[in-house]
């Protein structure tokens, strides 16, 4: 397993960190633009690796600085080698109101990512549109969604938990037209 270069694309660079804080005691998991992104490309790419830790997290700082991060804005982390930077977001994982404690994992040359399913994804998103109005957010669902097996029960029931009856409906809509 090598550190951080220029070469590393997304996946790869949150597979390493994911992987070198396991060796830390640190278990993380991928969520946000991050996982959207590795799911399906769309236009809306951010450059952040929203990593959620799970459970205690103390070790972070030294996991990050042992592959040359460092700390620039409270908890980003950036490295000089790569326009992608870290964020590590206060836990639980979940999206809405629900707690997630399943998750995939993805194996590359440099560790396993522990990243969001694409359902939990596409709900991540849903959240942003349904809470905030956030239309990248239904956009990246969108693109998840359509690339991606999901599981559209559990995102209408979700959906429903989440009060959002008529932005489902929209969503749904705007899947149906793309499916095509």
Same mark, same amino acid.
């Given at each position: 397993?090598?550190?951080? =270069?220029?070469?590393?694309?997304?996946?790869?660079?949150?597979?390493?960190?994911?992987? =070198?804080?396991?060796?830390?005691?640190?278990?993380?998991?991928?969520?946000?633009?991050?996982?959207?992104?590795?799911?399906?490309?769309?236009?809306?790419?951010?450059?952040?690796?929203?990593?959620?830790?799970?459970?205690?997290?103390?070790?972070?700082?030294?996991?990050?600085?042992?592959? &040359?991060?460092? @700390?620039?804005?409270?908890?980003?982390? /950036?490295?000089?080698?790569?326009?992608?930077?870290? %964020?590590?977001?206060?836990?639980?994982?979940?999206?809405?109101? %629900?707690?997630?404690?399943?998750?995939? %994992?993805?194996? /590359?040359?440099? &560790? /396993?990512?522990?990243?969001? =399913?694409? /359902?939990?994804?596409?709900?991540?998103?849903?959240?942003?549109?349904?809470?905030?109005?956030?239309?990248?957010?239904?956009?990246?669902?969108?693109?998840?969604?359509?690339?991606?097996?999901?599981?559209?029960?559990?995102?209408?029931?979700?959906? @429903?938990?989440?009060?959002?009856? %008529?932005?489902?409906?929209?969503?749904?809509?705007?899947?149906?037209?793309?499916?095509?």
């Amino acid at each position: 397993m090598s550190g951080v =270069t220029r070469d590393l694309d997304r996946e790869q660079l949150a597979a390493l960190v994911c992987a =070198t804080l396991d060796r830390h005691g640190v278990q993380v998991v991928l969520s946000g633009g991050g996982a959207a992104a590795i799911y399906a490309p769309n236009p809306y790419e951010s450059m952040d690796l929203d990593s959620i830790a799970i459970g205690l997290s103390r070790r972070v700082d030294a996991a990050m600085r042992g592959l &040359g991060f460092r @700390k620039d804005r409270g908890r980003h982390w /950036t490295h000089p080698d790569t326009p992608f930077w870290v %964020e590590f977001p206060p836990g639980p994982v979940q999206v809405g109101d %629900e707690v997630i404690r399943e998750f995939a %994992e993805r194996h /590359t040359a440099h &560790g /396993t990512l522990r990243i969001l =399913t694409p /359902t939990d994804c596409v709900m991540d998103h849903l959240a942003w549109y349904f809470h905030a109005n956030d239309e990248q957010g239904l956009e990246q669902a969108l693109a998840v969604a359509v690339a991606n097996e999901v599981d559209l029960d559990r995102i209408e029931a979700w959906s @429903k938990r989440e009060r959002a009856g %008529e932005k489902l409906e929209r969503f749904r809509a705007r899947l149906r037209s793309r499916s095509k």
